[in-house]
T-cell receptor, first 114, second 114 residues
Framework: DVKVTQSSRYLVKRTGEKVFLECVQDMDHENMFWYRQDPGLGLRLIYFSYDVKMKEKGDIPEGYSVSREKKERFSLILESASTNQTSMYLC?????????????FGQGTRLTVV | QKEVEQNSGPLSVPEGAIASLNCTYS??????FFWYRQYSGKSPELIMS????GDKEDGRFTAQLNKASQYVSLLIRDSQPSDSATYLCAVNMKRPGGSYIPTFGRGTSLIVHP
């Protein structure tokens, strides 16, 4: 079974803090993604990576950065957390390609910024 | 902007009925289509994938794809209260950098009442 593991299930951080969300997958997938999910807005893509050290901005990258130093690990960084970044953060991974490339999700991290 | 559209619902059906969930997408070049189920507070779980026009059946679930109409649907037969969840339609769409990335609809909430 594909396993995508996020480092924390719940996090509470203070405004202005630097926050690291970690994600690890064990299926040797090339692609990794970070989404945030908010009520009424669905899943929105923050950043994705298609290879080690390679990244592309998604639809809402402002206020975030990412790091992928190893194939299995993809980190999301909130440089200076703000209350509007309170959300559910979902990491996912998939193989490269146009077909048979379903995404598998981690358990999610619910981040609260106070 | 490339989009995936779903009716947010809620869709309410009696136990034992057929639930029909619909999705349209904007990118005519898309080739991979997925349905995810998400229970409240949990991460999305893949339930169906479809790549060719027509129907694909898996147990009580049938996915239908019509590329000419840019339309994907999910039928759930003999609906059970345990099927009550939000159903997310996802389409792999081409990003500016050339990668195919899952783009999600906002989801349809399904309620199956006894």
């Amino acid at each position: 079974d594909v396993k995508v593991t996020q480092s924390s299930r719940y996090l509470v951080k203070r405004t202005g803090e630097k926050v690291f969300l970690e994600c690890v997958q064990d299926m040797d997938h090339e692609n990794m993604f970070w989404y945030r999910q908010d009520p009424g807005l669905g899943l929105r893509l923050i950043y994705f990576s298609y290879d080690v050290k390679m990244k592309e901005k998604g639809d809402i990258p402002e206020g975030y950065s990412v790091s992928r130093e190893k194939k299995e690990r993809f980190s999301l960084i909130l440089e200076s957390a703000s209350t509007n970044q309170t959300s559910m953060y979902l990491c996912a991974s998939s193989r490269t390609g146009r077909v048979n490339t379903e995404a598998f999700f981690g358990q999610g991290t619910r981040l609260t910024v106070v | 902007q490339k989009e995936v559209e779903q009716n947010s619902g809620p869709l309410s059906v009696p136990e034992g009925a057929i639930a029909s969930l619909n999705c349209t997408y904007s990118d005519r070049g898309s080739q991979s289509f997925f349905w995810y189920r998400q229970y409240s507070g949990k991460s999305p779980e893949l339930i169906m994938s479809i790549y060719s026009n027509g129907d694909k059946e898996d147990g009580r679930f049938t996915a239908q794809l019509n590329k000419a109409s840019q339309y994907v649907s999910l039928l759930i037969r003999d609906s059970q209260p345990s099927d009550s969840a939000t159903y997310l339609c996802a389409v792999n769409m081409k990003r500016p950098g050339g990668s195919y990335i899952p783009t999600f609809g906002r989801g349809t909430s399904l309620i199956v009442h006894p």
